[in-house]
């Protein structure tokens, strides 16, 4: 009897582990109850929430067993990695922030290893996978929810709407397709193909007729809300979604990457676009080899498999080592081959140059490849990409001067403790040291026709302040002629983040970009955010957007 008295406490005491810092008074109320639509939610491990910021944390195996998600946990890297539907997340143990699809997302509490159970902020995770989530103070309860509409299902399919309390948000109603009044502002979106995220889905895999009808459906609906421009992934993987001779087919087209789709869907979505008045961006994920380390299913004539010295792992992805000078040249003759064959109206890059985190195993390179003797590695790299950005405009603008090319850096190039000429922001990765992407002087240089920082904050979030950034960029940009657009987050509406409660933050950027000259357009991050109508955005913005 002793015996088991002493293992109730020793258990007892392990359990209240994680929440060591909380007072005695907080130890002792209450455990916390999580349901999800009226079921509750078991948990080996008791939730504990998180001092200070009133987080509350789960054990990663919460989310795989009771949120229907995938999760893949890396020991050595301490990162967990979940995936659901059309989102990716990834957390590092103790780093600040999150890695959500192809963006960086601050965290107000990051992941932590208790005691062998990794352990992850369950508001942030839930409301990434598009779950509604509330708190009962006095239950001490906490309860997730599934409302949601599948807007990516075919128009003539059966749409699957749960049940609820409240109203879902409408769907938007396609328009006719004339020609938008740009107005003079470019007002574009991302359209991302990696993963299936926007277009196509998974559920066309193969077949034409949907994936063109997907596309016909997607354009109105972005017209409808006053878009103007897509920038659509041509690139995901170092694969194309056209036929190439010097890259495979994409697998967001079949499946399997290397298969053809059967009719070429860049020439499709050239013509159907332009045929609405909206310009056509061709996307490019520049040094971006493949989403995962996994080789096995990567079609014959993939980078990986022709160039595997030109490869770099980092953080179980497939980099192209931009250190590599005849990989880049090769990179570029791939996006060439796009530039001298559509009708394009521009070259589109995002931030994949060098990878923000983890390690990038370069030194060899470093000292192959340093005819200029560049005293650091860091301001190597810096030329790498400097160089590559160069000498792809100079392509483009010998073979189809009327091509635009510009680039989405990170939103902040440098902060202002480093570099006193930097934004005053607090960032924890920034352009220019983690990225090696040094914007200022691609500016400076006229190398660009525009350029699009990420600025996914908002006006209250203090570490990296919407306006504060785009009064930055714009002094970035005076008295240049490279062109100013700003890249949004509409993601984040409805998402725990400071700013993001109500669709009225898109507008209020909106209006700031307004008092700056400069600033010649946005582009909004991505078409299914959008087209989910958070907090009622597409009515906001179609309303915006006839004044």
Excluded at 295 to 323: C, E, F, M, R
Excluded at 401 to 413: C, L
Excluded at 433 to 445: E, G, H, L, P, S
Aim: proline share 6%; net charge negative; aromatic share 10%.
């Amino acid at each position: 009897m002793k015996l088991r008295k002493w293992f109730t406490l020793l258990l007892m005491f392990v359990l209240c582990i994680p929440a060591m810092g909380l007072s005695v008074q907080a130890q002792s109320t209450p455990e916390i109850s999580i349901y999800l639509d009226g079921q509750q939610v078991k948990s080996d491990v008791a939730p504990y929430i998180f001092p200070k910021v009133n987080v509350t944390m789960v054990p990663l195996r919460v989310i795989s067993e009771s949120l229907g998600a995938e999760v893949y946990w890396d020991q050595n890297k301490q990162t967990a990695t979940i995936l659901k539907d059309d989102t990716v997340l990834s957390m590092t143990v103790n780093q600040a922030y999150a890695l959500v699809n192809d963006g960086s997302v601050p965290l107000d509490a990051s992941a932590q290893n208790k005691q062998g159970r990794v352990m992850v902020p369950l508001r942030f995770v839930s409301e990434q996978l598009g779950l509604k989530v509330s708190w009962e103070q006095s239950t001490r309860t906490i309860t997730l929810r599934t409302d949601t509409i599948d807007i990516d299902s075919p128009a003539n399919e059966e749409i699957d709407i749960p049940i609820t309390d409240q109203e879902p948000d409408p769907l938007p109603v396609p328009v006719p397709t004339t020609p938008v009044d740009t107005g003079g502002s470019m007002r574009g979106v991302w359209i991302s193909t990696v993963f299936n995220l926007d277009w196509p889905s998974t559920g066309s895999y193969g077949n034409q007729t949907k994936q063109q009808q997907e596309y016909v459906q997607l354009l109105d609906e972005l017209q409808g809300m006053g878009m103007n421009t897509v920038f659509v992934q041509v690139r995901p993987s170092a694969d194309a979604l056209y036929p190439s001779s010097l890259v495979p087919w994409s697998k967001v087209l079949t499946g399997t990457q290397g298969k053809n789709p059967g009719y070429d869907p860049l020439a499709f979505m050239i013509e159907e676009t332009h045929r609405r008045g909206m310009e056509f961006h061709a996307w490019f994920n520049p040094f971006r080899a493949n989403t995962d380390a996994k080789t096995d299913q990567l079609a014959a004539n993939h980078v990986v498999k022709q160039h595997p010295d030109w490869i770099v792992n980092s953080s179980s992805k497939l980099y192209i080592n931009p250190g590599i000078p005849q990989a880049r040249q090769q990179i570029i003759k791939e996006i060439m081959e796009v530039v001298s064959r559509y009708d394009i109206d521009g070259v589109h890059l995002d931030d994949y140059f060098y990878p923000s985190n983890g390690t990038f195993n370069d030194d060899a390179t470093y000292k192959t490849y340093n005819s200029k003797k560049i005293a650091n590695k860091a301001d190597w790299r810096r030329d790498n990409i400097n160089q590559f950005v160069q000498q792809l405009n100079a392509s483009i603008k010998s073979a189809k001067p009327g091509v635009q090319f510009g680039i989405s850096p990170f939103g902040v190039w440098r902060n202002i403790a480093v570099d006193p000429t930097g934004s005053d922001t607090k960032a924890g990765v920034t352009a220019y040291d983690n990225m090696y992407a040094d914007v200022r002087t691609w500016i400076k240089q006229g190398w660009l026709d525009y350029v699009t920082p990420q600025i996914y904050w908002s006006m209250s979030f203090a570490p990296a302040q919407y306006d504060k950034l785009v009064t930055w960029w714009s002094h970035e940009v005076r008295g240049t002629n490279v062109k100013l657009y700003i890249g949004h987050s509409p993601y984040k509406l409805g998402t725990a983040e400071a700013g993001w409660q109500n669709a009225q933050e898109i507008i209020n950027q909106l209006d700031y970009n307004a008092l700056h000259p400069e600033v010649q357009g946005s582009i909004f991050f991505s078409a299914k955010d959008l087209r989910k109508n958070p907090l009622g955005l597409i009515q906001a913005l179609s309303s915006y957007y006839s004044r």
